[in-house]
Protein backbone atom coordinates (compact mmCIF):
# COMPACT_ATOMS: atom_id res chain seq x y z
CA UNK A 1 0.00 0.00 0.00
CA UNK A 2 3.01 2.12 -0.11
CA UNK A 3 1.46 3.41 -3.56
CA UNK A 4 -1.30 4.93 -1.14
CA UNK A 5 1.10 6.83 0.90
CA UNK A 6 2.62 8.61 -2.23
CA UNK A 7 -0.17 9.24 -3.85
CA UNK A 8 -1.69 11.33 -0.94
CA UNK A 9 -2.29 15.29 -1.77
CA UNK A 10 0.59 17.55 -1.43
CA UNK A 11 1.31 18.79 2.18
CA UNK A 12 -0.61 16.07 4.16
CA UNK A 13 1.87 15.30 6.07
CA UNK A 14 2.11 14.51 9.71
CA UNK A 15 2.96 17.14 12.51
CA UNK A 16 3.75 16.75 15.52
CA UNK A 17 4.97 19.32 18.12
CA UNK A 18 7.05 19.00 21.14
CA UNK A 19 5.31 20.47 24.96
CA UNK A 20 2.32 20.78 26.14
CA UNK A 21 0.33 20.18 22.98
CA UNK A 22 2.32 16.98 21.86
CA UNK A 23 0.94 15.44 18.89
CA UNK A 24 -1.50 17.79 17.52
CA UNK A 25 -2.30 16.61 13.60
CA UNK A 26 -2.91 20.43 11.69
CA UNK A 27 -3.97 20.18 7.98
CA UNK A 28 -5.56 17.72 5.85
CA UNK A 29 -3.66 14.61 7.78
CA UNK A 30 -6.29 13.75 10.25
CA UNK A 31 -8.50 13.02 7.07
CA UNK A 32 -5.96 11.26 5.50
CA UNK A 33 -5.08 9.48 8.35
CA UNK A 34 -8.24 7.83 8.72
CA UNK A 35 -8.27 6.45 4.85
CA UNK A 36 -4.98 5.14 5.69
CA UNK A 37 -6.37 3.11 8.70
CA UNK A 38 -9.57 1.96 6.36
CA UNK A 39 -7.03 1.03 3.79
CA UNK A 40 -5.01 -1.22 5.97
CA UNK A 41 -1.78 0.90 6.37
CA UNK A 42 -2.32 1.08 10.01
CA UNK A 43 -1.97 -1.68 11.68
CA UNK A 44 -4.69 -2.41 14.68
CA UNK A 45 -4.01 -4.82 17.26
CA UNK A 46 -4.91 -8.42 16.43
CA UNK A 47 -8.31 -9.12 16.29
CA UNK A 48 -10.26 -12.71 17.64
CA UNK A 49 -10.64 -15.32 15.60
CA UNK A 50 -13.58 -16.83 14.26
CA UNK A 51 -13.47 -19.47 16.89
CA UNK A 52 -13.74 -17.02 19.79
CA UNK A 53 -16.67 -15.26 18.13
CA UNK A 54 -18.52 -18.32 18.19
CA UNK A 55 -18.13 -19.04 22.09
CA UNK A 56 -19.23 -16.86 24.90
CA UNK A 57 -19.25 -12.90 24.04
CA UNK A 58 -15.85 -11.60 25.13
CA UNK A 59 -15.70 -7.89 26.78
CA UNK A 60 -14.21 -6.53 23.98
CA UNK A 61 -16.70 -8.04 21.24
CA UNK A 62 -18.82 -6.31 23.59
CA UNK A 63 -17.59 -3.36 23.48
CA UNK A 64 -17.64 -3.41 19.49
CA UNK A 65 -21.01 -3.93 19.58
CA UNK A 66 -21.88 -1.30 21.53
CA UNK A 67 -19.54 0.94 19.81
CA UNK A 68 -22.14 0.06 16.47
CA UNK A 69 -25.39 0.21 18.63
CA UNK A 70 -24.81 2.95 21.43
CA UNK A 71 -23.20 6.70 21.53
CA UNK A 72 -21.07 4.92 24.66
CA UNK A 73 -21.43 2.93 27.03
CA UNK A 74 -20.15 1.78 30.87
CA UNK A 75 -18.62 -0.91 32.08
CA UNK A 76 -21.88 -2.03 33.42
CA UNK A 77 -23.27 -1.95 30.08
CA UNK A 78 -20.14 -4.60 28.69
CA UNK A 79 -21.25 -6.86 31.11
CA UNK A 80 -25.05 -6.60 30.19
CA UNK A 81 -24.18 -7.29 26.52
CA UNK A 82 -21.80 -10.61 28.18
CA UNK A 83 -24.31 -11.79 30.26
CA UNK A 84 -28.00 -11.30 28.09
CA UNK A 85 -26.43 -11.51 24.51
CA UNK A 86 -26.80 -9.41 21.63
CA UNK A 87 -30.19 -9.73 20.51
CA UNK A 88 -31.52 -9.54 23.78
CA UNK A 89 -30.06 -6.39 24.86
CA UNK A 90 -31.86 -5.37 21.18
CA UNK A 91 -35.20 -6.19 22.85
CA UNK A 92 -34.49 -4.58 25.68
CA UNK A 93 -33.57 -1.59 24.31
CA UNK A 94 -36.67 -1.65 22.31
CA UNK A 95 -38.80 -2.29 25.04
CA UNK A 96 -37.45 0.55 26.95
CA UNK A 97 -40.19 3.61 26.89
CA UNK A 98 -38.75 6.73 25.39
CA UNK A 99 -36.45 8.28 27.46
CA UNK A 100 -36.96 12.19 26.85
CA UNK A 101 -40.09 13.74 24.62
CA UNK A 102 -38.97 16.41 22.22
CA UNK A 103 -42.62 18.05 22.08
CA UNK A 104 -42.93 17.49 26.43
CA UNK A 105 -39.62 19.41 26.42
CA UNK A 106 -40.92 22.08 24.65
CA UNK A 107 -44.62 22.60 25.50
CA UNK A 108 -41.86 23.69 29.21
CA UNK A 109 -40.49 26.48 27.66
CA UNK A 110 -41.18 30.27 28.69
CA UNK A 111 -41.78 31.60 25.93
CA UNK A 112 -40.67 34.91 27.30
CA UNK A 113 -37.68 34.15 28.38
CA UNK A 114 -36.71 31.31 26.05
CA UNK A 115 -36.58 30.86 22.00
CA UNK A 116 -39.47 29.10 20.48
CA UNK A 117 -39.12 29.10 17.80
CA UNK A 118 -36.80 26.26 16.50
CA UNK A 119 -33.05 26.21 17.72
CA UNK A 120 -34.06 24.89 21.25
CA UNK A 121 -34.87 21.40 19.28
CA UNK A 122 -30.64 21.16 19.14
CA UNK A 123 -30.24 20.98 23.01
CA UNK A 124 -33.04 18.21 23.48
CA UNK A 125 -31.47 16.16 20.74
CA UNK A 126 -28.39 16.18 22.75
CA UNK A 127 -30.00 15.36 26.42
CA UNK A 128 -31.69 12.74 24.53
CA UNK A 129 -28.37 11.00 23.53
CA UNK A 130 -27.27 10.48 27.21
CA UNK A 131 -30.51 8.48 27.88
CA UNK A 132 -30.57 5.03 28.62
CA UNK A 133 -32.23 4.15 25.17
CA UNK A 134 -29.41 4.57 23.55
CA UNK A 135 -30.19 2.36 20.37
CA UNK A 136 -33.62 4.46 19.98
CA UNK A 137 -30.99 7.30 20.04
CA UNK A 138 -28.88 6.03 17.58
CA UNK A 139 -31.44 4.98 15.38
CA UNK A 140 -33.27 8.52 15.44
CA UNK A 141 -30.31 10.28 14.66
CA UNK A 142 -29.45 7.39 11.48
CA UNK A 143 -32.89 8.50 10.09
CA UNK A 144 -32.96 11.94 10.69
CA UNK A 145 -30.28 11.91 8.17
CA UNK A 146 -32.23 9.95 5.67
CA UNK A 147 -35.94 11.43 6.02
CA UNK A 148 -33.96 14.58 6.83
CA UNK A 149 -36.12 17.61 8.10
CA UNK A 150 -34.11 20.77 9.39
CA UNK A 151 -34.21 24.12 11.30
CA UNK A 152 -31.63 25.66 9.28
CA UNK A 153 -33.88 26.75 7.03
CA UNK A 154 -36.34 29.83 7.28
CA UNK A 155 -39.00 28.10 6.08
CA UNK A 156 -38.91 26.32 9.15
CA UNK A 157 -38.56 28.96 11.52
CA UNK A 158 -42.04 29.25 13.04
CA UNK A 159 -42.38 25.56 13.49
CA UNK A 160 -40.46 24.82 16.66
CA UNK A 161 -43.23 22.61 18.08
CA UNK A 162 -43.60 20.91 14.80
CA UNK A 163 -39.70 20.20 14.96
CA UNK A 164 -39.55 18.59 18.05
CA UNK A 165 -42.72 16.43 16.94
CA UNK A 166 -40.76 15.50 14.48
CA UNK A 167 -38.12 13.88 16.64
CA UNK A 168 -40.68 12.35 18.38
CA UNK A 169 -42.30 10.66 15.50
CA UNK A 170 -38.55 9.26 14.51
CA UNK A 171 -38.55 7.99 17.76
CA UNK A 172 -41.94 6.00 18.60
CA UNK A 173 -43.93 5.54 14.80
CA UNK A 174 -39.79 5.21 13.48
CA UNK A 175 -39.72 2.17 15.02
CA UNK A 176 -43.06 0.57 13.87
CA UNK A 177 -43.19 -0.03 10.54
CA UNK A 178 -41.98 1.54 7.32
CA UNK A 179 -44.97 2.61 6.47
CA UNK A 180 -46.32 3.89 9.32
CA UNK A 181 -42.94 6.18 9.95
CA UNK A 182 -43.40 7.33 5.64
CA UNK A 183 -47.18 8.45 6.52
CA UNK A 184 -46.50 10.60 9.92
CA UNK A 185 -43.06 12.34 8.34
CA UNK A 186 -45.61 13.26 5.06
CA UNK A 187 -48.19 15.01 7.83
CA UNK A 188 -45.70 16.53 10.09
CA UNK A 189 -46.25 20.44 9.58
CA UNK A 190 -42.59 21.38 9.58
CA UNK A 191 -41.60 18.58 7.13
CA UNK A 192 -44.55 20.02 4.80
CA UNK A 193 -42.95 23.46 5.42
CA UNK A 194 -39.22 22.64 4.73
CA UNK A 195 -40.33 20.93 1.37
CA UNK A 196 -43.12 22.82 0.58
CA UNK A 197 -46.32 20.34 0.75
CA UNK A 198 -47.84 22.12 3.68
CA UNK A 199 -50.84 24.39 1.88
CA UNK A 200 -49.67 22.83 -1.34
CA UNK A 201 -52.90 23.59 -3.24
CA UNK A 202 -54.05 21.71 -6.37
CA UNK A 203 -54.01 22.43 -9.78
CA UNK A 204 -55.87 24.88 -10.99
CA UNK A 205 -57.70 24.55 -14.62
CA UNK A 206 -58.53 28.56 -14.75
CA UNK A 207 -55.18 29.75 -13.84
CA UNK A 208 -52.97 26.85 -14.91
CA UNK A 209 -51.44 26.88 -12.40
CA UNK A 210 -49.87 23.52 -10.66
CA UNK A 211 -49.10 21.89 -7.00
CA UNK A 212 -45.17 22.31 -5.83
CA UNK A 213 -43.26 19.13 -6.15
CA UNK A 214 -40.79 19.53 -3.89
CA UNK A 215 -42.03 16.94 -1.54
CA UNK A 216 -43.54 14.51 -4.46
CA UNK A 217 -40.07 14.47 -5.59
CA UNK A 218 -38.13 14.08 -2.47
CA UNK A 219 -39.94 11.39 -0.51
CA UNK A 220 -39.30 9.27 -3.80
CA UNK A 221 -35.89 9.72 -4.48
CA UNK A 222 -34.15 10.30 -0.81
CA UNK A 223 -36.93 9.08 1.87
CA UNK A 224 -38.20 5.70 0.17
CA UNK A 225 -37.23 4.51 -3.53
CA UNK A 226 -34.26 6.50 -4.94
CA UNK A 227 -33.08 7.04 -8.27
CA UNK A 228 -32.48 3.72 -9.65
CA UNK A 229 -33.67 0.45 -9.84
CA UNK A 230 -32.26 -2.05 -7.61
CA UNK A 231 -31.72 -5.75 -7.07
CA UNK A 232 -32.56 -6.69 -3.26
CA UNK A 233 -28.51 -7.07 -2.71
CA UNK A 234 -28.58 -2.91 -3.43
CA UNK A 235 -26.84 -3.64 -7.12
CA UNK A 236 -28.55 -1.61 -9.92
CA UNK A 237 -30.82 -3.31 -12.02
CA UNK A 238 -30.08 -2.87 -15.93
CA UNK A 239 -32.16 -2.34 -19.32
CA UNK A 240 -30.58 -4.50 -22.45
CA UNK A 241 -28.37 -1.76 -22.85
CA UNK A 242 -26.96 -1.98 -19.98
CA UNK A 243 -28.30 0.81 -18.49
CA UNK A 244 -29.61 1.92 -15.07
CA UNK A 245 -33.15 1.79 -14.98
CA UNK A 246 -35.01 5.13 -12.88
CA UNK A 247 -37.39 4.16 -9.97
CA UNK A 248 -39.63 6.99 -11.75
CA UNK A 249 -40.12 9.78 -14.22
CA UNK A 250 -41.32 13.70 -14.53
CA UNK A 251 -44.73 12.14 -14.68
CA UNK A 252 -44.63 10.33 -11.98
CA UNK A 253 -43.35 13.16 -9.64
CA UNK A 254 -46.72 15.40 -11.23
CA UNK A 255 -48.87 12.83 -10.02
CA UNK A 256 -47.43 12.25 -6.44
CA UNK A 257 -47.65 15.77 -5.96
CA UNK A 258 -51.69 16.20 -7.19
CA UNK A 259 -52.59 13.33 -4.99
CA UNK A 260 -50.49 14.97 -1.76
CA UNK A 261 -52.12 18.72 -2.32
CA UNK A 262 -54.83 19.75 0.23
CA UNK A 263 -52.58 19.29 3.25
CA UNK A 264 -53.15 22.12 6.36
CA UNK A 265 -52.78 22.49 10.21
CA UNK A 266 -55.30 20.17 11.70
CA UNK A 267 -58.87 22.25 11.61
CA UNK A 268 -57.64 24.78 9.05
CA UNK A 269 -60.51 27.21 7.57
CA UNK A 270 -60.91 28.24 4.16
CA UNK A 271 -62.58 31.62 5.08
CA UNK A 272 -60.46 32.00 8.74
CA UNK A 273 -60.43 35.86 8.43
CA UNK A 274 -58.82 36.30 11.81
CA UNK A 275 -56.03 34.01 10.67
CA UNK A 276 -56.28 31.98 13.75
CA UNK A 277 -56.01 29.10 11.67
CA UNK A 278 -56.26 29.65 7.72
CA UNK A 279 -55.02 28.20 5.19
CA UNK A 280 -51.91 30.10 5.18
CA UNK A 281 -50.18 30.24 8.30
CA UNK A 282 -48.98 28.61 11.25
CA UNK A 283 -51.83 28.05 13.95
CA UNK A 284 -52.04 30.35 17.20
CA UNK A 285 -52.96 27.72 18.75
CA UNK A 286 -50.01 26.18 20.46
CA UNK A 287 -51.82 22.92 20.59
CA UNK A 288 -52.20 22.16 16.62
CA UNK A 289 -48.70 23.07 15.88
CA UNK A 290 -47.53 19.86 17.51
CA UNK A 291 -50.11 17.55 15.50
CA UNK A 292 -50.14 16.41 12.49
CA UNK A 293 -51.42 18.12 9.30
CA UNK A 294 -55.24 16.67 7.88
CA UNK A 295 -55.82 17.09 3.96
CA UNK A 296 -59.11 19.37 2.88
CA UNK A 297 -61.24 19.29 0.02
CA UNK A 298 -61.42 22.71 -0.80
CA UNK A 299 -57.54 23.14 -2.27
CA UNK A 300 -57.27 19.46 -2.97
CA UNK A 301 -56.42 18.20 -6.48
CA UNK A 302 -59.65 16.87 -8.08
CA UNK A 303 -57.92 15.66 -11.40
CA UNK A 304 -56.68 12.30 -12.33
CA UNK A 305 -53.10 11.16 -10.82
CA UNK A 306 -51.37 8.52 -12.45
CA UNK A 307 -47.75 7.58 -10.56
CA UNK A 308 -45.97 4.23 -10.66
CA UNK A 309 -48.00 2.13 -12.10
CA UNK A 310 -51.03 3.40 -10.33
CA UNK A 311 -53.96 5.45 -11.41
CA UNK A 312 -56.40 7.63 -9.15
CA UNK A 313 -59.46 8.66 -11.68
CA UNK A 314 -60.51 12.18 -11.47
CA UNK A 315 -63.23 13.15 -8.71
CA UNK A 316 -63.12 9.49 -7.82
CA UNK A 317 -61.12 9.98 -3.94
CA UNK A 318 -59.81 12.52 -1.39
CA UNK A 319 -57.01 13.89 0.16
CA UNK A 320 -56.68 10.70 3.10
CA UNK A 321 -57.56 8.29 0.42
CA UNK A 322 -55.37 9.67 -2.06
CA UNK A 323 -52.30 9.55 0.69
CA UNK A 324 -52.92 5.63 1.50
CA UNK A 325 -52.47 5.39 -2.16
CA UNK A 326 -49.21 6.91 -2.31
CA UNK A 327 -47.80 5.61 0.87
CA UNK A 328 -48.97 2.16 0.86
CA UNK A 329 -47.31 2.23 -3.75
CA UNK A 330 -43.98 3.59 -2.18
CA UNK A 331 -43.99 1.36 1.15
CA UNK A 332 -44.41 -1.79 -1.17
CA UNK A 333 -42.01 -0.63 -3.98
CA UNK A 334 -39.18 -3.46 -3.90
CA UNK A 335 -36.38 -0.53 -3.87
CA UNK A 336 -37.27 0.18 -0.08
CA UNK A 337 -35.14 -2.74 1.54
CA UNK A 338 -32.09 -2.01 -0.19
CA UNK A 339 -31.82 1.56 -0.30
CA UNK A 340 -33.04 2.14 3.19
CA UNK A 341 -31.50 -0.78 4.29
CA UNK A 342 -27.68 0.11 3.08
CA UNK A 343 -28.18 3.46 4.51
CA UNK A 344 -28.74 2.23 7.67
CA UNK A 345 -25.85 -0.32 7.73
CA UNK A 346 -23.55 3.13 6.63
CA UNK A 347 -24.73 4.57 10.00
CA UNK A 348 -24.59 2.02 12.41
CA UNK A 349 -21.50 -0.73 11.27
CA UNK A 350 -19.59 -0.24 7.53
CA UNK A 351 -19.92 2.58 4.68
CA UNK A 352 -19.56 -0.54 2.35
CA UNK A 353 -21.46 -3.50 2.80
CA UNK A 354 -21.34 -6.25 0.90
CA UNK A 355 -23.89 -7.16 -1.53
CA UNK A 356 -24.85 -10.05 0.52
CA UNK A 357 -25.24 -7.75 3.70
CA UNK A 358 -27.92 -5.92 2.10
CA UNK A 359 -29.11 -8.76 0.57
CA UNK A 360 -30.02 -10.23 3.97
CA UNK A 361 -31.47 -7.33 5.41
CA UNK A 362 -33.50 -6.49 2.19
CA UNK A 363 -35.10 -9.93 2.70
CA UNK A 364 -35.96 -9.09 6.71
CA UNK A 365 -37.52 -5.71 5.57
CA UNK A 366 -39.39 -7.91 3.25
CA UNK A 367 -40.41 -10.12 5.44
CA UNK A 368 -39.64 -10.30 9.03
CA UNK A 369 -40.64 -14.11 9.76
CA UNK A 370 -44.54 -12.78 10.84
CA UNK A 371 -45.47 -11.47 7.14
CA UNK A 372 -44.72 -7.94 8.23
CA UNK A 373 -43.35 -5.79 5.87
CA UNK A 374 -40.89 -2.65 6.65
CA UNK A 375 -40.47 -3.66 10.75
CA UNK A 376 -37.80 -1.25 11.58
CA UNK A 377 -37.07 -2.93 14.90
CA UNK A 378 -36.51 -6.49 12.72
CA UNK A 379 -34.57 -4.64 10.54
CA UNK A 380 -32.36 -3.19 12.77
CA UNK A 381 -31.78 -6.26 14.57
CA UNK A 382 -30.94 -7.59 11.58
CA UNK A 383 -28.66 -5.25 10.68
CA UNK A 384 -26.86 -5.29 14.30
CA UNK A 385 -26.73 -9.18 14.86
CA UNK A 386 -26.06 -10.01 10.59
CA UNK A 387 -22.31 -11.90 10.50
CA UNK A 388 -20.81 -9.27 8.56
CA UNK A 389 -21.65 -7.00 11.49
CA UNK A 390 -20.50 -9.57 14.33
CA UNK A 391 -17.57 -11.26 12.70
CA UNK A 392 -14.57 -9.99 15.12
CA UNK A 393 -12.44 -10.49 12.02
CA UNK A 394 -13.64 -7.53 9.85
CA UNK A 395 -11.85 -5.58 12.05
CA UNK A 396 -8.45 -6.32 9.96
CA UNK A 397 -10.35 -5.83 6.88
CA UNK A 398 -9.33 -2.64 5.17
CA UNK A 399 -12.40 -2.23 3.37
CA UNK A 400 -14.39 -2.34 6.45
CA UNK A 401 -15.48 0.22 9.01
CA UNK A 402 -16.71 3.79 9.31
CA UNK A 403 -15.64 6.93 10.33
CA UNK A 404 -16.96 8.59 13.60
CA UNK A 405 -18.64 12.07 12.19
CA UNK A 406 -18.62 14.84 14.84
CA UNK A 407 -21.96 14.50 16.71
CA UNK A 408 -21.04 11.17 17.39
CA UNK A 409 -17.62 11.74 18.86
CA UNK A 410 -19.09 14.37 21.09
CA UNK A 411 -21.99 12.38 22.29
CA UNK A 412 -19.45 9.55 23.10
CA UNK A 413 -17.46 11.83 25.23
CA UNK A 414 -21.10 13.23 26.91
CA UNK A 415 -22.07 9.43 27.81
CA UNK A 416 -18.58 8.53 28.88
CA UNK A 417 -17.89 10.78 31.27
CA UNK A 418 -21.72 11.02 31.88
CA UNK A 419 -22.37 14.80 30.91
CA UNK A 420 -24.77 16.73 33.12
CA UNK A 421 -26.78 20.25 32.48
CA UNK A 422 -29.15 22.00 34.75
CA UNK A 423 -32.21 22.22 32.68
CA UNK A 424 -33.62 19.93 30.23
CA UNK A 425 -34.06 23.01 28.04
CA UNK A 426 -30.55 23.82 28.13
CA UNK A 427 -28.23 23.83 25.19
CA UNK A 428 -25.02 21.66 27.37
CA UNK A 429 -23.65 24.72 26.16
CA UNK A 430 -23.09 23.58 22.27
CA UNK A 431 -22.95 26.17 19.96
CA UNK A 432 -25.52 25.88 17.67
CA UNK A 433 -26.33 28.64 15.90
CA UNK A 434 -24.64 29.26 12.50
CA UNK A 435 -21.73 31.81 13.47
CA UNK A 436 -20.58 28.83 15.67
CA UNK A 437 -21.48 25.89 13.92
CA UNK A 438 -18.60 26.88 11.63
CA UNK A 439 -16.44 27.55 14.42
CA UNK A 440 -17.25 23.97 16.39
CA UNK A 441 -18.76 20.54 15.52
CA UNK A 442 -19.16 21.94 12.29
CA UNK A 443 -22.56 19.82 12.66
CA UNK A 444 -25.97 20.12 14.80
CA UNK A 445 -28.99 17.69 15.05
CA UNK A 446 -31.52 18.31 12.82
CA UNK A 447 -29.68 21.29 11.39
CA UNK A 448 -27.83 20.09 7.74
CA UNK A 449 -28.15 23.09 5.10
CA UNK A 450 -30.36 20.99 2.67
CA UNK A 451 -32.55 17.48 2.40
CA UNK A 452 -29.80 15.66 1.14
CA UNK A 453 -28.03 15.80 4.62
CA UNK A 454 -24.50 16.98 5.44
CA UNK A 455 -23.26 14.55 3.37
CA UNK A 456 -24.07 11.79 0.66
CA UNK A 457 -24.10 8.21 1.01
CA UNK A 458 -22.12 7.49 -1.97
CA UNK A 459 -19.74 10.26 -1.73
CA UNK A 460 -16.24 8.62 -2.88
CA UNK A 461 -13.07 11.54 -1.91
CA UNK A 462 -11.87 12.35 -4.53
CA UNK A 463 -7.54 11.52 -5.54
CA UNK A 464 -7.72 8.81 -2.79
CA UNK A 465 -7.22 4.94 -2.70
CA UNK A 466 -10.74 4.61 -1.54
CA UNK A 467 -11.71 6.30 -5.11
CA UNK A 468 -9.62 4.25 -7.24
CA UNK A 469 -11.29 1.08 -5.71
CA UNK A 470 -14.75 2.55 -5.70
CA UNK A 471 -15.26 2.63 -2.38
CA UNK A 472 -17.60 5.43 -0.27
CA UNK A 473 -17.06 7.31 3.01
CA UNK A 474 -20.35 9.71 3.38
CA UNK A 475 -18.59 11.47 6.27
CA UNK A 476 -15.29 12.33 4.53
CA UNK A 477 -17.89 14.79 2.86
CA UNK A 478 -17.92 17.05 5.88
CA UNK A 479 -14.07 16.43 6.61
CA UNK A 480 -12.03 19.47 5.46
CA UNK A 481 -8.50 21.33 7.01
CA UNK A 482 -10.80 24.13 8.20
CA UNK A 483 -13.33 21.03 10.15
CA UNK A 484 -10.74 19.30 11.47
CA UNK A 485 -8.90 21.86 13.60
CA UNK A 486 -12.11 23.36 14.61
CA UNK A 487 -13.75 20.68 15.98
CA UNK A 488 -10.40 19.67 17.81
CA UNK A 489 -10.30 23.74 18.73
CA UNK A 490 -13.93 23.00 20.13
CA UNK A 491 -13.40 19.52 22.30
CA UNK A 492 -9.97 20.35 23.78
CA UNK A 493 -11.07 22.92 26.10
CA UNK A 494 -13.97 21.04 27.37
CA UNK A 495 -11.52 18.50 28.25
CA UNK A 496 -9.04 20.82 30.21
CA UNK A 497 -11.96 22.12 32.42
CA UNK A 498 -14.46 19.09 32.33
CA UNK A 499 -17.16 20.93 30.52
CA UNK A 500 -18.07 24.19 28.91
CA UNK A 501 -19.41 27.55 30.29
CA UNK A 502 -21.67 30.41 28.44
CA UNK A 503 -21.59 33.76 28.88
CA UNK A 504 -25.13 34.95 30.44
CA UNK A 505 -24.38 38.59 32.29
CA UNK A 506 -21.66 40.55 33.77
CA UNK A 507 -22.30 39.76 36.83
CA UNK A 508 -22.42 35.52 35.80
CA UNK A 509 -19.39 35.85 33.03
CA UNK A 510 -18.99 31.81 32.75
CA UNK A 511 -22.08 30.07 33.72
CA UNK A 512 -21.54 26.02 33.54
CA UNK A 513 -23.98 24.51 30.99
CA UNK A 514 -22.09 20.99 31.21
CA UNK A 515 -20.05 19.21 33.80
CA UNK A 516 -18.16 15.88 33.13
CA UNK A 517 -17.63 13.36 35.71
CA UNK A 518 -13.62 12.16 35.65
CA UNK A 519 -14.01 10.81 38.98
CA UNK A 520 -13.57 6.94 37.47
CA UNK A 521 -10.62 8.57 35.42
CA UNK A 522 -8.24 10.99 37.20
CA UNK A 523 -6.74 8.65 40.03
CA UNK A 524 -5.71 6.47 37.15
CA UNK A 525 -3.46 9.30 35.46
CA UNK A 526 -0.53 7.80 38.03
CA UNK A 527 -0.56 4.45 36.44
CA UNK A 528 -0.68 5.43 32.49
CA UNK A 529 -0.79 2.02 31.19
CA UNK A 530 -4.00 0.99 33.17
CA UNK A 531 -5.60 4.64 32.42
CA UNK A 532 -4.75 3.96 28.59
CA UNK A 533 -6.08 0.72 28.59
CA UNK A 534 -9.32 1.77 30.14
CA UNK A 535 -9.52 4.75 27.09
CA UNK A 536 -9.01 1.99 24.60
CA UNK A 537 -12.02 -0.40 26.14
CA UNK A 538 -14.26 3.04 26.53
CA UNK A 539 -13.40 4.50 23.38
CA UNK A 540 -12.06 2.05 21.08
CA UNK A 541 -13.54 -1.27 22.00
CA UNK A 542 -9.94 -2.71 22.52
CA UNK A 543 -8.74 -1.86 19.00
CA UNK A 544 -5.75 0.55 20.18
CA UNK A 545 -2.43 -0.14 18.78
CA UNK A 546 0.84 0.13 20.43
CA UNK A 547 1.96 3.06 18.33
CA UNK A 548 -1.42 5.06 19.64
CA UNK A 549 -0.42 3.50 23.18
CA UNK A 550 2.92 5.29 23.08
CA UNK A 551 1.60 8.28 21.65
CA UNK A 552 -0.98 8.45 24.46
CA UNK A 553 1.87 7.87 27.35
CA UNK A 554 4.45 10.27 25.43
CA UNK A 555 1.52 13.11 25.68
CA UNK A 556 0.63 12.51 29.34
CA UNK A 557 4.31 13.08 29.90
CA UNK A 558 5.11 15.87 28.03
CA UNK A 559 2.72 18.05 30.13
CA UNK A 560 4.60 19.73 33.06
CA UNK A 561 4.18 21.46 36.54
CA UNK A 562 4.48 24.78 35.17
CA UNK A 563 1.58 23.95 32.67
CA UNK A 564 -0.80 22.79 34.81
CA UNK A 565 -0.40 25.83 37.16
CA UNK A 566 -3.01 28.05 34.64
CA UNK A 567 -5.61 25.21 34.22
CA UNK A 568 -6.24 23.71 37.40
CA UNK A 569 -4.96 20.68 37.79
CA UNK A 570 -1.96 18.32 36.49
CA UNK A 571 -3.35 15.26 36.51
CA UNK A 572 -6.59 16.88 34.89
CA UNK A 573 -4.62 18.23 32.40
CA UNK A 574 -2.35 15.13 31.66
CA UNK A 575 -5.94 13.28 30.98
CA UNK A 576 -7.25 15.71 28.93
CA UNK A 577 -4.01 15.91 26.62
CA UNK A 578 -4.53 11.99 26.30
CA UNK A 579 -7.97 12.42 25.21
CA UNK A 580 -6.92 15.31 22.97
CA UNK A 581 -4.29 12.80 20.87
CA UNK A 582 -6.92 9.78 21.19
CA UNK A 583 -9.63 11.82 19.77
CA UNK A 584 -7.84 13.34 17.01
CA UNK A 585 -6.27 9.81 15.90
CA UNK A 586 -7.17 7.86 12.41
CA UNK A 587 -7.15 4.91 15.04
CA UNK A 588 -10.25 6.10 16.86
CA UNK A 589 -11.80 7.95 13.75
CA UNK A 590 -12.59 5.04 12.03
CA UNK A 591 -15.45 3.11 13.76
CA UNK A 592 -14.68 -1.07 13.07
Known amino acids: MLSLVLSMRAGAGMIMTAGPISFVIR ?43 TFGYSDADVALVQSIGYSAWIDQQFAMPVQYSHLDAFNRLNPAVENSNNTIIHPGMWIGFTKDDQLRQRYFFAMSQIMVNSSYTDSTYNYGRSLARYVDILQTTGLTTFRNLLTQVTLNPSMGAFLSNLYNRGDDPVTGTQPDQNFAREVMQLFSIGLWQLNPDGSRKLNAKGQPIPTYTQADVVGVSKALTGFAFK ?77 LIQRFVTSNPSPAYIARVSAVFANDGANVRGNM ?18 VSDPTFGRIREPIQRYAQIMRVFHAKTGVDSDDFGIPTWEGYRRRGLGQAPLHAHTVFNFYYPDFKPAGTELFRRNLVSPEMQITTPASIGDIDDFIWPTLVFGGLTKYVSEAQPAA ?81
Request: charged share 20%.
Open 267 to 343: GASKDDWDYTNCFCQPPSDPAIQGKAMEGTDWYHSWSEKRFLGVTIKAGSSSPAADLKVVMDRLAKHPNVGPFIGRQ
Open 27 to 69: GLTRAFLAFALSCGIVALASAPSAAQAQSAISAQDAERFLQQA
Open 512 to 592: PTMTFDYSEWLPLVRAPAVLIEKMNQRFMAGQMSATLKRQLRDSMAAVTDDWAQTSGGLNQLKFAQAMRVLLASAEYVVQK
Open 377 to 394: KAVMKAILLDPEARDPAK
